[in-house]
């Protein structure tokens, strides 16, 4: 399995808090992704990055931002979490992007109450 | 259209019975496929790609039909353990970082 930690696995939080999600990869991959997973839409690119520093926008960014100062962390930053932010939230990983697979990571569960 | 198009299912089936499911795609410039199985609250987990004609590893053989624009997954013998979502996946197209998600197809073999 590719070697990457999403954290924290769970989290409930309150309406209105910052909340940050962690992925972490040892896989030395350029590309990271974050997508949230919500029943009946799938899988949705909320930002990627190509590289250190190097971000962009997915179709589901508001709400939502992201920091890369190294290849191996990805963080994902709800500024002020609010109930549709409940959902999913994967991490995932590709070596070269374009037609290369990408691996994820195990999840993270958040429920803004 | 929709760029990746998928039968949610369930599509329930017997041990030991063959499947397949179809995905279809929009983007004729697309060149490359993936197959991922996700489980219950897991994460998708990379099952197959597909670069060419088609690719096979086991009971399982994906196809791809780029003149009607889909592709199929073919799981022969089933067992209880394939019960799981299949998830197609159009990878980025030049110029582009996106890769396309279907929804996924649901399958339960019964026992």
């Known amino acids: 399995d590719a070697g990457i930690t999403q954290s924290p696995r769970h989290k409930v939080t309150e309406t209105g808090t910052p909340v940050t999600l962690r992925c972490h990869q040892t896989e030395n991959h350029r590309y990271m992704y974050w997508y949230r997973q919500d029943p009946g839409h799938g899988l949705r690119l909320i930002h990627y990055?190509?590289?250190?520093?190097?971000?962009d926008k997915g179709e589901v960014s508001d709400g939502y931002s992201v920091s890369r100062s190294k290849t191996e962390d990805f963080l994902l930053t709800l500024e002020s979490a609010t109930s549709s932010q409940t959902s999913v939230y994967f991490c995932?990983?590709?070596?070269?992007?374009?037609?290369?697979?990408?691996?994820f990571g195990p999840g993270t569960r958040l429920t803004v109450l | 259209r929709k760029e990746v198009e998928q039968d949610p299912g369930p599509f329930n089936v017997p041990e030991g019975a063959t499947v397949a499911f179809n995905c279809t795609y929009s983007?004729?410039?697309?060149?490359?496929f993936f197959w991922y199985r996700q489980d219950c609250r897991k994460e998708p987990k990379l099952l197959m790609s597909v670069y060419s004609s088609g690719n096979e590893d086991g009971r399982f053989t994906a196809q791809l039909n780029r003149a009607s624009q889909y592709i199929s997954l073919l799981i022969r013998d089933s067992k209880l353990s394939d019960s799981a979502t299949y998830l197609c996946?159009?990878?980025?197209?030049?110029?582009?970082?996106?890769?396309?998600f279907g929804t996924g197809t649901r399958l339960k073999v019964l026992a």
């Open positions: 996946v159009v990878p980025p197209t030049s110029g582009t970082y996106k890769y396309i």
């Open positions: 983007n004729s410039a697309s060149q490359s």
């Open positions: 995932a990983i590709s070596e070269r992007g374009g037609r290369n697979e990408q691996f």
């Open positions: 990055s190509y590289g250190v520093k190097d971000t």
